[in-house]
């Protein structure tokens, strides 16, 4: 619901859970063109899967420098562009 209350075109929602209760979440931010990725095994609707929490926080500092160095014209590291190949 927050979502639809922002400007659109401004914001990716990306959603990451890790169990079977996750499931309904990915379908719908995926319905909002965004981005679902699954932690661990297991059968999932997401697009993408990340191994375990470390590199959940791995995925999220990577991608805070992408957006960072997108926003400020830097080129962003090689190890960005690897974990942004989720699946």
Known sequence: EIYRTLKPNTYIPLFIGDDKTDES????????????????NGPTQAQFRLQDVQHVAQFIQYFRE??????????????????LCLN
């Open 25 to 40: 979440g990915f379908s719908s931010i995926q319905a909002l063109n965004g981005y679902a990725i699954k932690v661990g």
């Open 66 to 83: 992408y957006i960072q160095a997108k926003y400020t014209q830097k080129s962003p590291s090689i190890h960005v562009r690897k974990i």
